[in-house]
């Protein structure tokens, strides 16, 4: 093969023009390293070209300790190289390698561009992650096991036409939770649950089809998922079976929620069960307080750092309507339709093991009855908030609490103040509308989300308004200096380590809340909104994978700084010591910050607004 042809076969080369390919080609040149020679060195002279193994393999060595190993079609030098730094790590060749050693001057030009920088710090991430999963051995962890392999029986399998009475007779003779329905294409899935609420509760007719009451069509996994990984979707959808196909599709069988319970007692299915189960609020405090070390068990298995902010964020969702079910039966039947809107970060489904509270209650009454309802939601918003703070989630700085009389109101005054906010745009509107924005129905019989969304729509049309969020989305600044270092604070008790949270992750939510509102979506996760606005063609979509892979990489270092700190008896916080992370994660948040600044100058640029 020649050597376009082997470039064009691997990122980021894989993008480039067939003129632009060939000029990298031409410009390569060929070099030999004979296993155990190093080719860069840890702190020493910084890389003068760009390495692409051929052939072979090569070491990343931090002093002596192996924290990576590349093969055939991956880069190396490529962060000395542009930072003209000292190799943060020592490069060395595993055995006899071949290499492509390509010019710093096309170097940078490749690696400038859009695809080249998302392949860069897609990499770093990647090696990061390997280094750390190398730097801490663990015994076997059951979160690996696959789902295949939990399964522990052939799937029972329903026709469409059955009755829901035969197909009852039938889980209770098979001693099963579910039965699998072939359809067109796929599979359907009845399960005990489905009966219980769609027929039963409802006094249905035992001579329904199942095909009435079954969820068509259930999401089926490869029989090679990862037990752990089945967990978090399986806790994320709020399902308790998965059908399992094999690598031909063929049917497996089925997992349940009870295999997945297996795999230890920290797991984010057993919480929600056991605040499922308590029966007074402090019950539901006394389990809730058992969310850090579920975190800390997910970050330790190296689960995807956005998944475990969504976790965090259902278990409190969990804790809150336990809440609110207890509340309901203290106080009585509430006066009016209500719905209970997270806010912030909870809204997003993007909490850490540091998060306060953020919520408010929308209910459906005319202005002249608000004073004679709302007595009764202010006790319940009380029932809620005691029980979260005792939970260890604290109260809110800013009061965005549903306790406080301003953050209950009819669901007519609340699309009210998102046209306020929007047609004012004052820094206090903004901020406002920086929280307000971000929302979520948890619990509560009215439909808030469709009016809000609408209200939130029409600020799309509103270029004041897009432009003043713009202007916040550059307020905040990440911690670089002019010679690229990483900035720390300077004094107090936070000397010496960098604030990951409003230096980076909530820079990057800024930037999404900004591009979502251009976008006229009503996505509210953080990258769910980037993808949005990719698709609504407001930004690019190199940016938006940049600022998504940036949001990820902080959020681990983030997740990880804070576990280590639960683990030590330390209260945790979002301010990281450069100094006590490895080589690669240092790098990794330099370019993470480099990212973000890019997308602010962008945006800076498009909007014709400055910074502060």
């Given at each position: 093969?020649?050597?376009?042809?082997?470039?064009?076969?691997?990122?980021?080369?894989?993008?480039?023009?067939?003129?632009?390919?060939?000029?990298?080609?031409?410009?390569?040149?060929?070099?030999?390293?004979?296993?155990?020679?190093?080719?860069?060195?840890?702190?020493?002279?910084?890389?003068?070209?760009?390495?692409?193994?051929?052939?072979?393999?090569?070491?990343?060595?931090?002093?002596?300790?192996?924290?990576?190993?590349?093969?055939?079609?991956?880069?190396?030098?490529?962060?000395?190289?542009?930072?003209?730094?000292?190799?943060?790590?020592?490069?060395?060749?595993?055995?006899?390698?071949?290499?492509?050693?390509?010019?710093?001057?096309?170097?940078?030009?490749?690696?400038?561009?859009?695809?080249?920088?998302?392949?860069?710090?897609?990499?770093?991430?990647?090696?990061?992650?390997?280094?750390?999963?190398?730097?801490?051995?663990?015994?076997?962890?059951?979160?690996?096991?696959?789902?295949?392999?939990?399964?522990?029986?052939?799937?029972?399998?329903?026709?469409?036409?059955?009755?829901?009475?035969?197909?009852?007779?039938?889980?209770?003779?098979?001693?099963?939770?579910?039965?699998?329905?072939?359809?067109p294409n796929g599979l359907g899935i009845l399960t005990d649950r489905d009966l219980r609420t769609r027929v039963v509760a409802v006094r249905g007719a035992f001579d329904t089809p199942v095909a009435d009451v079954a969820t068509f069509p259930a999401r089926c996994l490869p029989a090679d998922t990862l037990a752990g990984d089945a967990l978090l979707a399986m806790f994320a959808e709020g399902v308790h079976?998965?059908?399992?196909?094999?690598?031909?599709?063929?049917?497996?069988?089925?997992?349940?929620?009870?295999?997945?319970?297996?795999?230890?007692?920290?797991?984010?299915?057993?919480?929600?069960?056991?605040?499922?189960?308590?029966?007074?609020?402090?019950?539901?405090?006394?389990?809730?307080?058992?969310?850090?070390?579920?975190?800390?068990?997910?970050?330790?298995?190296?689960?995807?750092?956005?998944?475990?902010?969504?976790?965090?964020?259902?278990?409190?969702?969990?804790?809150?309507?336990?809440?609110?079910?207890?509340?309901?039966?203290?106080?009585?039947?509430?006066?009016?339709?209500?719905?209970?809107?997270?806010?912030?970060?909870?809204?997003?489904h993007e909490q850490a093991l540091r998060t306060d509270q953020d919520h408010a209650i929308a209910y459906d009454v005319t202005p002249e009855d608000v004073d004679a309802i709302d007595p009764y939601f202010a006790e319940l918003a009380g029932i809620v908030t005691d029980g979260l703070e005792a939970a260890g989630i604290p109260r809110?700085?800013?009061?965005?609490?549903?306790?406080?009389?301003?953050?209950?109101?009819?669901?007519?005054?609340?699309?009210?103040?998102?046209?306020?906010?929007?047609?004012?745009?004052?820094?206090?509107?903004?901020?406002?509308?920086?929280?307000?924005?971000?929302?979520?129905?948890?619990?509560?019989?009215?439909?808030?989300?469709?009016?809000?969304?609408?209200?939130?729509?029409?600020?799309?049309?509103?270029?004041?308004?897009?432009?003043?969020?713009?202007?916040?989305?550059?307020?905040?600044?990440?911690?670089?200096?002019?010679?690229?270092?990483?900035?720390?604070?300077?004094?107090?008790?936070?000397?010496?380590?960098?604030?990951?949270?409003?230096?980076?992750?909530?820079?990057?939510?800024?930037?999404?809340?900004?591009?979502?509102?251009?976008?006229?979506?009503?996505?509210?996760?953080?990258?769910?909104?980037?993808?949005?606005?990719?698709?609504?063609?407001?930004?690019?979509?190199?940016?938006?994978?940049?600022?998504?892979?940036?949001?990820?990489?902080?959020?681990?270092?983030?997740?990880?700084?804070?576990?280590?700190?639960?683990?030590?008896?330390?209260?945790?916080?979002?301010?990281?010591?450069?100094?006590?992370?490895?080589?690669?994660?240092?790098?990794?948040?330099?370019?993470?910050?480099?990212?973000?600044?890019?997308?602010?100058?962008?945006?800076?640029?498009?909007?014709?607004?400055?910074?502060?």
């Open positions: 093969m020649d050597i376009a042809g082997f470039l064009r076969r691997y990122p980021p080369f894989d993008e480039l023009s067939d003129d632009r390919l060939a000029t990298v080609a031409g410009s390569v040149e060929i070099e030999h390293a004979a296993a155990g020679a190093t080719i860069l060195q840890q702190r020493g002279e910084p890389a003068t070209v760009l390495y692409l193994i051929r052939k072979g393999a090569v070491e990343l060595l931090d002093e002596a300790r192996l924290l990576d190993l590349l093969g055939e079609g991956e880069l190396f030098g490529q962060f000395s190289l542009l930072a003209h730094e000292g190799p943060t790590v020592t490069v060395r060749a595993h055995e006899d390698t071949l290499l492509y050693v390509i010019p710093e001057a096309v170097a940078d030009e490749v690696l400038g561009t859009p695809e080249g920088r998302h392949y860069m710090f897609g990499s770093m991430r990647r090696r990061v992650l390997a280094a750390s999963e190398r730097a801490a051995p663990v015994a076997p962890d059951a979160g690996l096991t696959t789902v295949g392999s939990l399964v522990g029986r052939p799937p029972v399998i329903a026709e469409a036409s059955a009755t829901v009475a035969e197909a009852a007779a039938t889980m209770a003779a098979e001693r099963v939770s579910s039965l699998l329905i072939p359809i079976h998965f059908p399992v196909v094999g690598p031909s599709g063929d049917l497996v069988g089925v997992v349940t929620d009870t295999d997945l319970m297996g795999l230890g007692r920290h797991t984010p299915f057993a919480l929600k069960s056991a605040i499922e189960r308590a029966a007074t609020p402090e019950a539901v405090s006394t389990a809730g307080r058992g969310l850090p070390a579920v975190v800390v068990a997910m970050v330790e298995a190296h689960a995807d750092p956005v998944d475990v902010g969504r976790v965090a964020a259902l278990v409190v969702d969990a804790m809150t309507e336990r809440l609110l079910q207890l509340g309901i039966a203290t106080l009585g039947d509430p006066p009016a339709a209500w719905a209970w809107l997270a806010l912030g970060s909870a809204a997003r809110c700085n800013g009061d965005a609490m549903a306790v406080h009389r301003a953050m209950r109101a009819p669901i007519a005054r609340w699309v009210e103040r998102f046209e306020e906010w929007m047609n004012d745009a004052t820094g206090t509107s903004i901020v406002l509308s920086s929280i307000g924005y971000d929302f979520r129905r948890v619990a509560g019989p009215l439909g808030a989300e469709p009016p809000l969304d609408e209200a939130m729509r029409k600020a799309a049309g509103n270029t004041g308004f897009v432009r003043s969020m713009s202007r916040r989305a550059l307020d905040l600044h990440p911690p670089t200096g002019f010679l690229r270092d990483l900035v720390v604070e300077r004094s107090g008790e936070h000397a010496g380590r960098l604030d990951v949270k409003h230096g980076g992750i909530t820079i990057v939510t800024n930037l999404a809340r900004v591009y979502a509102v251009q976008a006229g979506v009503a996505a509210k996760p953080t990258i769910a909104r980037l993808r949005a606005a990719t698709a609504g063609g407001v930004v690019d979509p190199h940016v938006a994978d940049e600022l998504a892979e940036a949001f990820r990489f902080l959020w681990g270092v983030r997740l990880r700084h804070q576990a280590d700190q639960v683990a030590a008896g330390v209260a945790p916080d979002d301010f990281v010591d450069p100094g006590a992370l490895g080589p690669l994660a240092r790098s990794g948040l330099k370019e993470a910050f480099r990212a973000i600044a890019r997308a602010q100058r962008q945006l800076a640029s498009e909007q014709g607004v400055e910074a502060r």
